[in-house]
């Protein structure tokens, strides 16, 4: 028996010994030739190799496309507008028309705000920079806050302050459509009121909160435009909201931003 058990083992005559030089070239081949290639062949072996294999990439293209939380709308990929949904948590409203969601994959499903101690959403302003999706309301204009140096159009606070009760820190979905110059997702919004699942846009169309947005391109509307005209001609006749000034003092959010558009070039 031989010591250590790794060692080589001693010749037993002068022929073998010359045999067994190390310094011999051992050939690729000769090595290739002596592996068992059966048992890569077992079906026993291929079998579970290609399930664990197809269960792994599964989860992962799933985890991607379904439970990976996305911090920002540049962060959305491209084939995701058009075709699939966003869902989170509104964690603040900035004007009548867009808002700031932070995306929450899966709801409460996949634990969003019950499993201890993971998957909670943030509460300080400091920890939300750059972690939400800024969000325009798709296919409605909402009157103006002042900005920019300009003022504030009437009826801008009604309907900042009918869209923070209605939505803010309460779960909505949003059908994005695409990313406007302003960094924003464009998208068609619901929210659960309820038993009853809203969308945000008609009803601030039917409360004469907004107008239908018009504009010669870049209008997204998803399938609800027909809709949305018929809510706004209800609210008109209704004299709901900001259809209900006298005469000659209502003006659009359209007609505003032109007027201040047109203001802007006289001053240069």
């Known amino acids: ?22 310094k011999d070239p051992i050939s690729w081949t000769s090595t290739l030739n002596a592996t068992d290639w059966s048992h890569y062949t077992d079906p026993r072996t291929i ?37 699939r949904s966003v869902f989170g948590i509104v964690t603040s409203v900035g004007d009548g028309d867009n808002f700031r969601l932070f995306h929450t994959p899966g709801g409460r499903l996949a634990g969003w705000g019950w499993v201890p101690g993971r998957r909670k959403v943030p509460a300080e302003r ?10 325009r309301l798709a296919g409605v204009d909402a009157p103006e806050l002042a900005h920019f140096g300009r003022p ?6 009604d309907a900042l302050e009918w869209l923070t009760s209605y939505i803010l820190h309460r779960r909505v979905r949003a059908y994005v459509y695409k990313r406007d110059q302003y960094d924003r997702a464009v998208a068609t919004v619901y929210v659960r009121r309820g038993l009853l699942r809203r969308d945000v846009g008609l009803q601030m169309l039917k409360r004469g909160l907004a107008t239908v947005y018009e504009a010669k391109t870049g209008a997204e509307f998803g399938e609800v435009e ?10 008109k006749r209704k004299r709901k909201g900001m259809w209900g000034a006298k005469k000659g003092v209502f003006e659009s959010p359209r007609d505003y931003k032109r007027r201040m558009g047109q203001a802007d070039e006289g001053e240069k």
């Open 47 to 83: 079998i579970p190799t290609i399930l664990l294999t197809g269960t792994t990439l599964f989860f992962y293209r799933f985890y991607r496309s379904y439970l990976r939380r996305i911090p920002q709308a540049a962060s959305i990929a491209p084939g995701f507008w058009r075709k």
């Open 152 to 157: 504030e159009q009437a009826y801008s606070r």
């Open 1 to 22: 028996m031989r010591w250590p058990p790794w060692s080589r083992a001693s010749p037993s005559s002068p022929d073998e010994e010359s045999t067994l030089n190390p």
């Open 126 to 135: 400091r920890e939300l920079k750059d972690r939400t999706i800024h969000v």
């Open 226 to 235: 027909e809709k949305y005209r018929r809510a706004e001609w209800w609210a």
